[in-house]
């Protein structure tokens, strides 16, 4: 898994609470991706960071945040959890020039 | 933005055929094209990847074939092994490489020993 850790691998929370799903990369690329992955529709990007404090959208980031203060971390939050973001959370490093390499993901469940 | 379909969703073979997923993108600026496999309760695999200058590349048991001007690619697997059997993504990148990669929705391929 290209030396890429996520945290927790599963949590369940209730709607409106704050959530905070945590990255960690060993490998030193400079992009790292947040992807929900739901039946019927494959993967969708949410956010990425292309540098330390450099993040953008995504297809999918209404009601989702990301920072990026280290290389190595790149944190996702859902600042009010509801039902529909209930999902499979991946993130994802790479660079430019190589392929995305993807964590073990976080299954999310908002009751 | 891209938009990539994806056939079939479910594919059952024979171990030792050949199974053949297909895609289609929009973007006629995408030049990256990676296969992804994933197995139950596992982050997706690269498996291989073709660049819009290349027509067909070959891994062993596994190939891809980009057709720019219809714009669709295909993943095709010789010999099927049960072990083959897992969810395939194909996605499609307008900026190349890992960087805005947009998926299709998945086949899940068995095969059946």
């Known amino acids: 898994d290209a030396g890429i850790t996520q945290s927790p691998r599963h949590k369940v929370t209730e709607t409106g609470t704050p959530v905070t799903l945590r990255c960690h990369q060993t490998?030193?690329?400079?992009?790292m991706y947040w992807y929900r992955q739901d039946p019927g529709h494959g993967l969708r990007l949410i956010h990425y960071?292309?540098?330390?404090?450099?993040?953008d959208k995504g297809e999918v980031s209404d009601g989702y945040s990301v920072s990026r203060s280290k290389t190595e971390d790149f944190l996702l939050t859902l600042e009010s959890a509801t039902s529909s973001q209930t999902s499979v959370y991946f993130c994802?490093?790479?660079?430019?020039?190589?392929?995305?390499?993807f964590g073990q993901g976080t299954r999310l469940t908002v009751v | 933005g891209e938009n990539v379909e994806q056939h079939p969703s479910t594919l059952s073979v024979q171990e030792g055929d050949s199974a053949v997923i297909k895609c289609t993108y929009s973007?006629?600026?995408?030049?990256?094209f990676p296969w992804y496999k994933q197995e139950l309760g596992k982050g997706p695999q690269l498996i291989i990847d073709?660049?819009?200058?290349?027509g067909e590349k070959k891994d062993q048991r596994i190939a891809v074939t980009l057709n720019k001007t219809a714009k669709h690619f295909s993943l095709h697997i010789t010999e099927t092994q049960p072990e083959d059997s897992a969810v395939y993504f194909c996605?499609?990148?307008?900026?190349?490489?890992?960087?805005?990669?947009?998926f299709g929705t998945g086949t899940r391929l068995t095969v059946i020993p």
């Open positions: 073709i660049r819009s200058n290349v």
């Open positions: 490998e030193n690329h400079r992009y």
């Open positions: 960071s292309y540098g330390v404090k450099d993040t």
């Open positions: 996605a499609a990148s307008p900026r190349g490489g890992a960087n805005n990669l947009f």
């Open positions: 994802a490093t790479g660079t430019v020039n190589t392929e995305a390499f």
């Open positions: 973007d006629s600026a995408s030049n990256y």
